[in-house]
């Protein structure tokens, strides 16, 4: 029995590529807020750590954080912003701080 072979089942065929409009997933700002006991220095190393920013950088979020009463740190996909929240945390805890750090999306 010979079988027979149709140039249109898909061999060789180019189907019509669409071009799908990704939105880009969302961001998360991660933010530290304001307490009146963990130390200015503290926030100021915890920034510099955690977010690769320089002391000039650090210094400002934590005066934002100290004045405004919280500022944000950096902003980025959920993954990696939850994973910030967790060790910053982690961190403050260790050294008996009770620096609170948050994220939330961004608009």
């Known amino acids: 029995m010979a079988h027979k072979f149709d140039s249109d089942s898909g061999n060789g065929t180019i189907l019509e590529e669409k071009k799908a409009k990704v939105k880009p997933p969302p961001m998360y700002k ?18 510099q750590k955690f977010f690769s920013k320089s ?29 910030k929240v967790d060790l910053v945390t982690q961190h403050a805890q260790a050294h008996q701080h009770p620096l609170q750090c948050t994220m939330d999306e961004t608009e």
């Open 30 to 47: 991660v933010m530290l807020l304001n307490d009146d006991y963990t130390p200015m220095e503290f926030v100021v190393s915890t920034i």
């Open 55 to 83: 002391r000039e950088q650090a210094t400002q979020i934590m005066l934002k954080v100290h004045r405004e009463g919280m500022g944000v740190c950096g902003i980025y996909p959920k993954d990696v912003a939850g994973t």
